[in-house]
């Protein structure tokens, strides 16, 4: 079973999403859950849910839905009561449909998703495969066709060698050959590469570690710029939790950054300086781009991590004066 404070973190943020997406539409909208029912508190995120429903009940017009798949069907049933149990305390919640359908999520996610009418409207798809399977790639490629379909998923690392994630990108099977400290990084990156080629082009990733060194691969994958942009800043606003930081699980000095608004650039400052590095020279639009696209920080955070090299002396700019903007060229030292 997970630490509680990592089920708690994950909850918060996906409260924070589903708060999110449901302020920017006006239609319908479906929260679904592959893995409803397992260990860690997942009971109560549909409850979590359930709850943002009945906030928005005044400003959702279409089909608003609840679809729960899980492969305990004794767990299931307890939910599915608890959930109507909560329903009718929360009156403005009394028109969500709720389908729940046991059995493997590679299997019954989409068909359950499909008999809900929900491909066409927003969905925001929550995949917890912590401690179970990691849905295949074909699931997520149905997902991704969806055009308003945002996916949050948490994984185990070591999940990362099952090709069934990779869909037909064979990449990922160089990451044998690689050192061990290579590796995970690498399949990191492939992994986001098969995302992206499953019609979820922005991706973000972000490590959940404890104290005692335990890490969980949180992944947000979506078709949406704004999705994106949005999923980082709920991010960094979730309450700090004591005992969970932030890792990107691509930063080779592999370091740990606490929950903030204003959170430690040094992860960004070394990834930032390795494009810099890598290109020759580029503009600091650009890399406010790679910082949205490739690095779990936020586009805002890329003008200060490049303050910091240029005072630092790792980079040079042009002009060398003035205001840093968009167009100010940054070049390695």
Request: aromatic share 6%.
């Amino acid at each position: 079973m997970e630490p509680a404070t990592h089920g708690a973190v994950k909850r918060e943020l996906l409260v924070r999403l589903l708060d999110s997406a449901m302020s920017a539409t006006h239609g319908g909208f479906t929260y679904a859950e592959g893995y409803a029912g397992g260990d860690g508190g997942r009971e109560s995120s549909a409850v979590a849910a359930l709850r943002v429903f009945a906030e928005f009940a005044d400003r959702l017009r279409g089909r608003r839905s609840i679809v729960l798949v899980g492969a305990d069907p004794a767990r299931l049933a307890a939910l599915s009561r608890l959930l109507e149990r909560a329903r009718e305390k929360l009156g403005a919640a009394a028109g969500v449909r709720v389908d729940a359908a046991s059995g493997d999520c590679d299997e019954q996610l989409v068909p359950a998703l499909e008999r809900a009418d929900a491909f066409g409207a927003p969905i925001l798809a929550y995949l917890d495969a912590v401690g179970a399977s990691a849905p295949g790639y074909q699931t997520l490629a149905r997902l991704g066709a969806g055009q308003h379909t945002d996916v949050l998923l948490a994984l185990d690392p070591a999940a990362l060698v099952d090709q069934r994630l990779f869909g037909p990108s064979p990449q990922w099977r160089a990451a044998a050959d690689l050192p061990d400290t290579e590796r995970y990084p690498y399949l990191v990156t492939c992994y986001r590469g098969a995302l992206a080629h499953a019609g979820l082009t922005g991706v973000t990733h972000v490590e959940l570690v404890g104290d005692d060194g335990y890490a969980q691969l949180l992944l947000f994958a979506t078709g949406s710029a704004k999705a994106l942009d949005r999923f980082k800043d709920e991010l960094w606003a979730v309450d700090e939790f004591a005992g969970v930081r932030y890792r990107d699980p691509r930063d080779h000095d592999h370091a740990l950054v606490d929950i903030s608004l204003q959170p430690s650039l040094g992860p960004l400052r070394r990834a930032l300086l390795d494009r810099v590095a890598a290109r020759g020279g580029c503009s600091a639009g650009e890399l406010r781009d790679y910082t949205r696209a490739e690095t779990m920080y936020r586009a805002s955070d890329a003008l200060p991590a490049i303050g910091g090299l240029v005072t630092a002396g790792k980079v040079c700019r042009a002009p060398e004066r003035g205001r840093l903007t968009a167009d100010t060229v940054i070049e390695a030292r």
